[in-house]
């Protein structure tokens, strides 16, 4: 019996699997939050994006200075945002660099074995009357 232990110490025809095995799963984590991080700064573009449209908008139609309503502005802000979240409430208010428009998200950035909340917020003000 002591000669066939040596012999299996020196054998290596299963350590190419042992190995995989090892950094399998490292590597499916790494890979699905780097899919994550690309989806939460494409989320964070469209929100920045979706923000600025609506002030514009707003801007123009706002007449007499008087700014549409709340429901039109976030039905305006849900249709131009394409985002990865479905959850974005757009507010606005009249302030002294024209119309203030935010919007604010919740991103869920999953990396396989934790899930955390990311807040995002973006704000543009777009001025009254240079149309």
């Known amino acids: 019996m002591s000669r066939r232990f040596p012999s299996a110490i020196r054998d290596q025809s299963g350590a190419s699997a042992a190995e995989f095995a090892l950094i399998l799963a490292p590597l499916i984590m790494l ?14 573009s469209a929100l920045h994006y979706a923000v600025e449209n609506t002030a514009r908008w707003t801007a123009i139609k706002a007449t007499g200075g008087a700014m549409p309503s709340s429901t039109a502005l976030q039905a305006r802000g849900a249709s131009v945002y394409r985002g990865a979240t479905t959850n ?12 203030k428009i935010t919007g604010v998200a919740n991103y869920n950035f999953t990396t396989g074995l934790t899930s955390n909340t990311v807040p995002m917020s973006a704000t543009a003000c777009y001025p009254m009357g240079t149309f």
């Open 31 to 44: 890979t699905l939050g780097s899919i994550n991080l690309a989806a939460m700064v494409y989320t964070s």
């Open 88 to 99: 974005v409430t757009f507010t606005g208010v009249q302030a002294a660099c024209g119309i």
